[in-house]
């Protein structure tokens, strides 16, 4: 949390970098943003650390981490991304972090040597390589590198699911039988396991104001994690029955350090945590320093105590919430009106900060969740200077 002095300073290093730009706009910090990297690199116990793509939605920020000691190779979320990273320099190693039905990008994928050498698909079913077939028949193209997606959501008893719903690998059994399914299809190669630990990952354990919540929320994550180590052991395991898995990949920034102890992973990924968006602040463990925000101008003042900006309605997926709305961070002392939230056209804002804005000041808001800030704008203005497009900036959209 910024002091208000602190506050201060920051508010005016981000104001004076970004003097030329009329809002809105996002931006991000890239001293806050290195520091990040590095401090998840720190964390990851000398395993290489994938970026999630997903989580950054900038080419030239995923290059500027993958520069650095610690970081090795991408995390995408779709096939076509894969393949648009690949074509651009920007990776080549990409992990596709969902199953695709994508046909024109596995057409594409099929057809081209080097992409099929650099791209590895995620699968946790026969009927996914079957599509493969269906659109390029394995004589009729290169050997095609597949990632199995282990489910390691908690099940501590029958009816009770923790965790995210994802893939029907829950068992070590299974995992190996969709192995050995693999190893015996003409042209593919099991090269990797992965198990996303949502439950441990992506579950803030200090959440605002709810201390029994936050209890719960960490005796879970204690009897999980035992149970993750249990099972991804032995998906492994099973798995390298039938092939030798160049990668166990696991983790993201919310579970960095828990899961590069895990003896079986070999790697982890991570992206939330460059941007230091506001979910992160509800982490004990570590929380990255806010490295991407966004501005909106001051346009009314209704009232004492009270001022408008224009736009605001920047929401985040997943379950409807407030924690998933925007909050304003600067200049401190601001916050959203129960009644409004975050409009898509306005936005009212109350606190003893809004008498000292004038018509045309800028507020300065933290996104809920990391990549998805990139979907509204075309560029990202860097604190000291200049700018870098966005996927959106390069006519990209891969949702």
């Known amino acids: 949390m910024l002091v208000a002095g602190n506050a201060d300073a920051v508010r005016g290093r981000y104001d004076l970098a970004t ?10 910090d890239l001293d806050a943003f290195d520091a990040n990297a590095t401090a998840l690199a720190d964390r990851s ?12 939605r900038c080419r030239t920020l995923v290059e500027r981490v993958l520069g650095r000691t610690g970081w090795r190779g991408v995390l995408s979320y779709s096939l076509s991304e894969a393949i648009w990273l690949v074509g651009t320099g920007t990776a080549g190693d990409v992990l596709v972090a969902y199953p695709t039905a994508d046909r024109a990008a596995l057409a594409a994928l099929a ?30 193209r290169p050997g095609l590198r597949v990632c199995l997606d282990a489910d390691l959501s908690w099940r501590p ?15 070590a059994q299974s995992v190996g039988a969709l192995a050995a399914h693999v190893t015996r299809r003409r042209g593919f190669r099991l090269t990797g396991l992965m198990g996303y630990e949502a439950q441990l990952a992506g579950v803030g354990d200090t959440p605002a104001g709810r201390w029994l919540r936050a209890r719960a929320i960490r005796a879970m994550q204690r009897w999980s994690y035992v149970d993750v180590l249990e099972r991804r052991a ?4 099973a798995a390298r029955q039938h092939a030798d898995l160049e990668f166990v990949n696991g983790g993201g920034t919310g579970s960095m350090a828990a899961t590069a102890a895990d003896p079986a992973v070999t790697e982890l990924t991570a992206g939330s945590g460059l941007y230091g968006p506001l979910l992160f602040d509800t982490y004990r463990a570590w929380r990255p320093r806010p490295a991407a925000c966004f501005a ?5 003042r209704p009232g004492p105590g009270l001022v408008t900006v224009a736009g605001g ?21 601001l916050r959203l009106l129960r009644a409004e939230g975050a409009g ?56």
Request: proline share 9%; hydrophobic share 45%; charged share 20%.
């Open 344 to 399: 898509e056209v306005q936005t009212p804002l109350r606190g003893p900060a809004a008498d000292r804005l004038a018509i045309g000041d800028r507020v300065w808001f933290r996104h809920a969740k990391a990549g998805e800030l990139c979907e509204h704008v075309n560029e990202l203005h860097l604190v000291p200077g200049g700018a870098v497009p966005t996927y959106r900036g390069e006519g990209r959209a891969f949702g």
């Open 45 to 56: 116990a000398g395993k290489p650390i994938r970026v999630a793509t997903k989580s950054v």
């Open 19 to 28: 003097a030329q730009v009329e809002p809105p706009f996002a931006a991000v």
């Open 157 to 171: 008893a029958r009816g009770l699911h923790i965790g995210v719903r994802r893939s029907p690998l829950h068992t």
């Open 296 to 300: 909106l101008p001051v346009v009314r």
């Open 111 to 140: 057809a081209d040597d080097a992409l099929a050498a650099a791209i590895t698909l995620m699968i946790d079913s026969s009927d996914q390589l079957d599509l493969v077939d269906a659109v390029a028949p394995a004589d009729r």
């Open 313 to 333: 309605g920047w929401i985040a997926s997943g379950p409807a919430g407030t924690d998933r709305l925007p909050t304003p961070w600067l200049p401190a002392g």
């Open 234 to 237: 032995a998906a492994v395991h």
